[in-house]
């Protein structure tokens, strides 16, 4: 089965994190999770080695790189343009970007992305990204010297907004406010009507607390969107954030979901599925490597310069095109030889069933009347064993049993005889039965009583002790015992 593998890589201060998932079908595993800090303090040879040993740990050879970059090195803008505007869009988009530089000797890299906009809308709401050239140089290079070559680079706003839009239905979310707390820092991600609608980051001090600043990005976000009172706002922490306010847990108009286990985010996590923490710290890597597993990911952007993106030849893939049409006709004359051969063996079979089928009459007629024939032969022996048995237990009766003993019932079933009858003293009849070389383990199945004449009514059950019981019962009624 084919297995997809993806690396995000994220920057923090003075170090980097990497991530590494795979999809197997549906669903996406994480495979492994490396965090490098004091990398000014290491050499590039250093850097690489660390990194090649991850990969080469988790036996990685074709991936997509993905990196991330931090939301304090992006430059967002959010225009809307007129609906006609969507045809010679690109143009449009550069002539914008034009306009937001301070000067023509800044370079940027670029891209741009619009939600598809509903028939009847007049305007395009565009998204765009921009990173200078000189910070979009500095990750490439570090990733480059550490053995990485990058397939796309994209803000870590528009991935985390990709991946809540992809995830969407498993959310179950409509509008949302993402917090992504990193260190000293917090990143914003609003989402709405399955677009990105908010993309902000902001330093937080130790001493302050995400219920200090919570309320009023709520309240602005709720505004900037117009969202009635009455409607439920989606509220998603990552990272270490305890919520002690209990009026901003009670309100009814937020839904409060701190992720903090694997299962919240919707990952397969292996053997980090108790590290929790962990995972957190990763968020911006692993969400990269979330979106590299996507072909086609909701907010598609890539700000890496078209002169450094991967180009393939349409004619590397003429082989496998070969190759899968080969498997095509074969597997098609494997479909079409299957039933043709079905209805030439069904025909052969149709005609030979023909030709024995008036043989095979005649075999069974045989077999039904020696089977016939065998069953009446067993009912007689059955009778005759039966018969005998009966005859014997009678006789040996008449010979062990005292004078005044009558025996009214006799029942002969698989080698054991019920009586029942009545004497003058019924509890020594076990032990005449016992003593007997033809009868063993006597007892009496029901309580003794008493007649109108003062005599003992009793029934024994007793077993013979005859090699092969008989299979039919044989019954003697109102027999005697002088």
């Not at 598809?116 to 007049?122: D, F, L, M, V």
């Not at 309320?215 to 009172?229: A, N, S, Y």
């Not at 077999?367 to 067993?378: C, P």
Request: charged share 25%; glycine share 4%; net charge positive.
């Amino acid at each position: 089965m084919m297995t997809h593998m993806s690396l995000g890589v994220s920057f923090d201060g003075n170090g980097f994190q990497l991530s590494l998932l795979s999809r197997r079908l549906n669903r996406i595993r994480i495979k492994d999770l490396l965090a490098v800090t004091e990398i000014a303090e290491k050499t590039p040879a250093e850097l690489k080695k660390q990194v090649s040993g991850f990969l080469r740990k988790n036996k990685v050879e074709n991936y997509r790189c993905v990196l991330s970059i931090p939301r304090q090195e992006t430059i967002l803008r959010q225009i809307d343009l007129p609906r006609e505007a969507e045809s010679n869009l690109a143009k449009v988009v550069e002539y914008q970007v034009a306009s937001l530089l301070p000067s023509e000797e800044v370079s940027v890299c670029y891209d741009y992305w619009f939600p598809r906009p509903e028939k009847q809308a007049k305007t395009l709401q565009v998204t765009i990204f921009l990173v200078p050239h000189i910070v979009l140089e500095k990750y490439l290079q570090i990733c480059e010297g550490i053995g990485l070559k990058v397939d796309l680079v994209a803000p870590s706003s528009a991935l985390v907004a990709s991946y809540f839009l992809t995830l969407q239905s498993e959310f179950k979310i409509s509008n949302a406010l993402v917090v992504h707390l990193d260190n000293s820092r917090c990143e914003l991600v609003g989402l709405s009507n399955k677009r990105l609608c908010l993309s902000r980051e902001f330093k937080v001090s130790e001493n302050e607390r995400i219920q200090d600043f919570l309320p009023g990005e709520v309240d602005q976000f709720r505004g900037q969107i117009h969202l009635p009172e009455d409607t439920i706002l989606d509220i998603f922490i990552i990272g270490d954030a305890d919520i002690e306010d209990n009026n901003l847990r009670q309100d009814k108009r937020l839904k409060i979901r701190t992720l903090t286990q694997p299962i919240s985010f919707h990952l397969v996590a292996g053997e980090f599925a108790s590290e929790g923490r962990k995972i957190q710290a990763h968020f911006a890597s692993w969400v990269a490597a979330f979106s590299g597993l996507k072909s086609n990911p909701p907010i598609k952007v890539n700000l890496l310069p078209a002169e450094k993106r991967v180009r393939r030849s349409n004619f590397i893939l003429i082989p496998t095109y070969v190759l899968i049409g080969v498997n095509l006709i074969l597997g098609l004359m494997m479909l079409l030889n299957k039933p043709v051969q079905e209805r030439y063996f069904s025909q052969q079979l149709s005609r030979e069933i023909s030709r024995l089928e008036p043989e095979v009459k005649k075999i069974r007629s045989v077999e039904q009347e020696v089977a016939n024939l065998q069953r009446r032969i067993d009912l007689l022996s059955d009778f005759r064993r039966s018969n005998k048995l009966v005859l014997e237990a009678l006789n040996e009766l008449s010979k062990i049993l005292p004078h005044d003993t009558f025996i009214f019932d006799l029942n002969l079933k698989n080698s054991e005889v019920e009586i029942s009858g009545n004497s003058q003293s019924s509890t020594s009849l076990p032990q005449i039965l016992d003593n007997s070389s033809y009868f063993q383990d006597a007892e009496f199945i029901a309580p003794i009583t008493k007649d109108g004449s003062g005599r003992e009514i009793y029934r024994l059950r007793v077993r013979l002790r005859a090699n092969q019981p008989p299979r039919s019962v044989s019954n003697a009624k109102n027999g005697r015992h002088f």
